[in-house]
């Protein structure tokens, strides 16, 4: 699948056991609400906090985008998790499986899917891979193109910070975000970067937020509601960007139409490849190309 024109700049990450940060999430302005099921929620709180999840679903206003990050495949409760927000009459956007290390995790959660709604993998609920070790990693161009479902990757610190043996805050992570970007844009699907690990909007914040923009990510998960607008603000396009994409499509419409085999904009020549960039430029400002 390719990136939606509204591709989600901002991914609020709540944990899926709290009534009241969920209702805070809901009223927010973050892009998509992404429930967690897995880490944020304790092994004995797992049931309760399903049917909250499920409750605050069956009661959300239509045109929210919810995501919802069930259990590890393989867990006791990835199974349950996918059943129940499955059955919904109103479920979820998207599921986010995390610890995906090969194919058979994405498939293992289509087929379920399939079971459970009757819709065939890429017709209804999409799925975002969470790629958060260090086999996850390798295989990720695997499982990039491993299902119809697939709508993005996102790339995870904590875990992938474990799995490599090095401290979260370390820096370096520029191989990591690369790998996991080549894989998305080969097979359309969104690049979205992992949460920094704190909740203030400091330094290190925005460092990391510059990081992603700069690499092409399309958007980034954060733990805290202070966060929200300083991502927006920052993967969107501001108005010279958005003036120069619009010239640039417009000029290669008009050498379309007069039968021009190339065309330049400010001493600059135009090609399919500028056009690209510029189609995207468009679609993070919620407009057209």
Not at 18 to 27: E, G, P
Not at 181 to 210: K, T
Not at 211 to 223: E, L, N, P, R, V
């Amino acid at each position: 699948m390719t990136a939606s024109p509204a591709a989600p700049r901002s991914c609020l990450s709540v944990p899926g056991s709290s009534a009241r940060m969920l209702a805070k999430a809901s009223a927010s302005d973050a892009d998509e609400i992404v429930i967690d099921l897995e880490d944020a929620v304790a092994t004995g709180a797992k049931d309760d906090a399903r049917a909250e999840v499920v409750a605050f679903l069956a009661a959300a206003k239509p045109g929210r985008r919810i995501a919802v990050r069930v259990n590890v495949v393989g867990s006791r409760w990835c199974h349950q998790d996918l059943i129940a927000l499955g059955s919904l009459a109103q479920p979820p956007a998207s599921l986010v499986v995390p610890k995906v290390e090969s194919v058979g995790d994405i498939a293992f959660v289509e087929r379920l899917l399939t079971g459970v709604t009757g819709q065939r993998p890429g017709t209804g609920i999409r799925l975002q891979a969470l790629i958060e070790s260090a086999t996850g990693l390798v295989a990720v161009d695997e499982i990039a193109g491993s299902g119809a479902s697939l709508e993005a990757l996102v790339l995870g610190y904590a875990d992938l910070s474990a799995s490599l043996g090095r401290a979260p805050d370390l820096g370096g992570w520029e191989p990591a975000r690369e790998r996991l970007l080549w894989a998305a844009r080969a097979h359309g699907l969104r690049a979205v970067d992992g949460p920094h690990l704190g909740i203030a909007v400091d330094e290190d914040f925005e460092s990391g937020v510059r990081a992603a923009t700069s690499s092409g990510f399309d958007g980034k998960w954060i733990i805290h509601p202070a966060q929200i607008a300083a991502v927006n603000t920052a993967f969107s396009p501001d108005a010279t960007q958005i003036a120069w994409a619009e010239q640039v499509l417009a000029a290669l419409v008009a050498a379309e139409r007069d039968g021009l085999g190339a065309v330049a904009l400010d001493g600059d020549m135009l090609d399919e490849a500028v056009a690209v960039r510029a189609r995207r430029v468009l679609a993070r400002s919620g407009g057209t190309g």
